[in-house]
């Protein structure tokens, strides 16, 4: 047999498979209460209206059948333009380009950006998606902390100075501002002005992700950065995934024509377009005028969720660990004692407790974080989440009274 690994290009040394990805799998058993993976709750899908959609669709139109636009069918992206409107992002439809999701778009922006050892800012901890489509492209991760308000600003300030006396340039940050993949905490209103101020000083484009800004439980969202964005200088991704349903593969990217233009020549070397089916699927559902109500109905449901973790949470956990409050999102991110091993702990869990979540270092690009739990309360309904969290709060409990 060929031994294959001698034909790779170099650039596969720097590809990383996901512990997220490979957490799915403990999903699969039953008996297992699993806040591993960050699916949407699936009996949230608005089967009903899918089903309606799916059988007219085709009467006297074959849009969903054919190949469509590299940069997406044209009343979808004048669709979502209104929709970016709405949320305060003056948009044409020469600055929308339709991904198939927003994992994606964060593939082609590293594709056209970054060139082998360019610098990117990245959240620390992160999305896993994003940062692996950093390191397809051999961008060079600078993990920046966060705190309960999000990316930490002052520090990033000082690593930049620091940086740029050493002649490295970062090209973009990458960042989730609202209800952070895996911690759930948003950039308060203060920082998201800050990190534009940085961004003008030190000039590096942001890259804002928001698949979960519109699943908010309390206050008004906070303005997206993009609507700060005097320049251009921010790409704003956004996805149907969380709203809708994510077997559409649908997202957009919002952005000046001249880098719409660039996405849409990689796209076509990459896919030719996005799924027909799936944009069609997308724009009779907003055209439908149900997806609002929809929306809301997530809010409820997913709040539920969220309420019910943090009162499980605060009712077992032991005083040493710390977690965070999102405010919308799927996510609570977890702080155990700096002697815990998570990963070492997750066997234990589900063999013990039947019970499972992500490692957090797995988020981190410094090789931290082992202490760190990412737990995900989207998928399990409200009494699973307080079982789950009991057993896990079992698990955490004898591993401290061992240490002692
Ligand atoms: C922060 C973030 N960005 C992007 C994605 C990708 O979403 P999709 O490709 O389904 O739009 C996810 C999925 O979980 C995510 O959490």
């Known amino acids: 047999m060929l031994q294959m690994e001698r034909y790779y290009a170099e650039r596969v040394g720097d590809m990383q498979g996901s512990d997220i990805r490979d957490a799915f799998k403990l999903t699969e058993d039953t008996n297992v209460i699993s806040f591993a993976g960050g699916f949407p709750a699936a009996e949230a899908f608005p089967v009903p209206l899918i089903e309606e959609i799916m059988q007219s669709m085709f009467r006297h139109d074959y849009s969903g059948l054919q190949y469509g636009p590299t940069e997406g069918l044209e009343e979808l992206r004048r669709q979502i333009a209104l929709m970016m409107d709405a949320e305060g992002v003056p948009s044409e439809v020469e600055n929308i380009l339709v991904t198939n999701g927003s994992q994606q778009a964060l593939d082609l922006v590293s594709k056209i950006f970054l060139d082998p050892g360019d610098y990117v800012l990245v959240e620390q901890p992160g999305y896993v998606g994003g940062l692996n489509a950093i390191g397809n492209y051999q961008g060079r991760k600078v993990g920046i902390p966060m705190d309960d308000d999000g990316l930490r600003i002052d520090i990033m300030a000082n690593k930049l100075k620091d940086m740029a006396g050493k002649g490295q340039h970062p090209k973009f940050i990458y960042t989730v501002p609202n209800f952070q993949n895996p911690t759930g905490v948003t950039l308060s209103m203060e920082r998201r002005r800050g990190l534009l101020d940085l961004a003008r000083e030190y000039d590096f484009l942001i890259l804002e992700d928001n698949p979960y800004g519109n699943i908010s439980f309390g206050q ?91 009162e499980a949470l605060a009712r077992y956990m032991p005083s040493e660990v710390r977690w965070t409050h999102p405010q919308g999102g799927f996510f609570v991110w977890l702080r155990l004692p700096s002697y815990i091993d998570t990963k070492a702990l997750l066997p234990f869990a589900l063999d013990e407790e039947k019970v499972a979540y992500v490692s957090g270092k797995g988020f981190h690009v410094d090789g931290t974080g082992h202490n760190t739990i990412r737990l995900a309360y989207s998928q399990a309904p409200e009494a699973h989440i307080t079982e789950g969290i009991h057993r896990l709060s079992k698990v955490i409990r004898r591993r401290i009274e061992t240490a002692m």
């Open 220 to 310: 008004e969202p906070l303005p997206h950065m993009k609507t700060m964005d005097e320049e251009g200088r921010v790409i704003y991704l956004g996805s149907f995934s969380k709203i809708l349903i994510p077997g559409a593969r649908i997202g957009w990217v919002v952005a000046s024509p001249v880098v719409i233009r660039q996405l849409t020549i990689a796209k076509q070397g990459t896919d030719l377009c996005s799924s027909s089916l799936g944009m069609k699927l997308v724009l009779e559902s907003v055209l439908s005028g149900k997806l609002d109500a929809h929306i809301e109905s997530l809010k409820v449901i997913y709040r539920r969720r969220r309420d019910a973790m943090l």
